[in-house]
């Protein structure tokens, strides 16, 4: 008896050393509250290069999506950087980018510092050219998900010479960059673009038309309303991209469907170095109710007047995001849309088709006010939507297979769907 009480207390602790290894989920965020959008001003950086007495060294933040506030020289070698936000209050993503030089090779030390209560997000990412970036952390770096183990500040090591080395928290993805990804798209044969709106500093807000424009099947795809978002970027292009692809099934799912894509929402607060906020200084994902800033505005109004015959649906909505580790917020599916279920088997053809891979899966809506883009279209159209969040940290490869792989399954599913008059 004894014997069998010491093995079941041995059992009983290697099960609990088993669990405290296994490498924690993500959990997500919690319910999402509704908040005020109107208006807050919102602080422009100052922009220029920073150079100290020694002449030696110099830091400069004159270019689109740069963030750099303030710099203090240490010593000869070391610079503590200050980044602040935007506006407050604001979410956690303290975005940096800025570049680095110096008149000779030489090594020095860069401290990232944020205000009082923010912890540090981004791993350093670097570039020669500003297009080809390789991060300072290995691949199988450790990925921080709760609060108290994440750094307050972070310090790292650049050898730099007379060439200026780019300095980012991601990729760099300006409104020029996805511009030129949207202007090559849409050079495509069966897809348009049109402007659709302007945002708070004038930009424009652009919509990519792909596939059949007689087809009352309809899918809307936007992406960035958060600025620092790069890896949600990445993956909503090469997704956009498989659904042009030659593949039959591509073919065949553009005669029968029209595609919505708004590559970027907010441009004002990706070119002004934002951690979360359009110029507005509001968090787009929070304004599909009130509709107070232009940028939401300007998609609110397409789709009211594209869907107003009363004959055309939109099936599906794509809300690409960045987060700690890749996750997919849903309705909760006790609550019917046009397609019932649909989410669950999409998400379920991803765990079958990628070995290895299970989706992390979150209902993040089932009730009350619809503060946030898929929220807003399954309330408003019935559409079946999701929010597709992908890690800071995940693999450019990864990201790529899992969205084309992603694109695939929709298609099919949705080609499939008994509900869906495929004319």
Not at 145 to 168: R, S
Not at 235 to 246: H, P, R, S
């Amino acid at each position: 008896m004894q014997k069998k009480i010491v093995a079941f207390s041995l059992g009983l602790f290697i099960a609990a050393v088993a669990a405290a290894q296994a490498p924690k989920q993500f959990q997500g965020q919690g319910p999402i509250q509704a908040i005020s959008t109107e208006s807050r001003p919102v602080q422009k950086q100052w922009k220029g290069t920073f150079s100290f007495p020694t002449g030696e060294v110099y830091f400069d933040n004159n270019f689109d999506g740069a963030r750099l506030n303030g710099l203090l020289q240490v010593n000869d070698s070391t610079y503590t950087a200050l980044i602040t936000a935007e506006n407050t209050p604001v979410n956690e993503s303290p975005w940096y980018a800025f570049k680095v030089w110096a008149k000779s090779a030489r090594h020095i030390t860069i401290k990232l510092t944020y205000p009082q209560g923010v912890k540090h997000r981004y791993a350093p990412k670097i570039s020669h050219n500003g297009t080809t970036w390789a991060s300072l952390e290995p691949a199988d770096a450790k990925k921080e998900f709760e609060l108290d183990t994440i750094p307050v500040e972070y310090t790292f090591h650049l050898e730099i010479g007379p060439k200026a080395t780019w300095v980012a928290a991601q990729e760099l993805s300006t409104s020029a960059v996805i511009k030129q990804w949207s202007d090559g798209i849409a050079k495509k044969p069966g897809v348009t673009a049109t402007t659709i709106g302007h945002s708070t500093w004038g930009k424009p807000i652009t919509l990519l038309k792909i596939g059949n424009p007689a087809s009352r099947n309809r899918i809307l795809v936007i992406g960035r309303q958060h600025p620092p978002e790069v890896t949600g970027t990445l993956a909503q292009e090469a997704f956009i991209e498989e659904i042009l692809g030659n593949k039959e099934l591509a073919s065949t799912f553009r005669e029968k469907f029209l595609v919505y894509v708004v590559p970027l929402m907010n441009p004002d607060g990706v070119d002004g170095g934002f951690w979360r906020h359009n110029a507005g200084g509001i968090d787009l994902n929070r304004d599909w109710a009130a509709f107070h800033q232009p940028e939401t505005r300007a998609v609110h109004d397409f789709l009211q007047k594209e869907l107003s015959d009363g004959n055309s649906k939109l099936w599906f909505g794509l809300d690409f995001h960045s987060t700690h580790d890749d996750i997919f917020y849903i309705v909760d599916p006790k609550l019917t849309g046009l397609l019932p279920g649909f989410n669950q088997e999409w998400l379920g053809q991803l765990k079958e088709r990628i070995p290895g891979y299970t989706p992390n899966i979150k209902p993040l809506y089932s009730e009350g006010p619809t503060s946030t883009s898929f929220s807003y279209l399954f309330k408003t159209y019935g559409t079946e939507a999701s929010v597709y969040e992908i890690g800071d940290k995940t693999s450019r490869e990864f990201i790529l297979q899992k969205s084309q792989v992603a694109a695939d399954a929709m298609m099919e599913l949705l080609l499939k769907s008994s509900s869906i008059k495929n004319k």
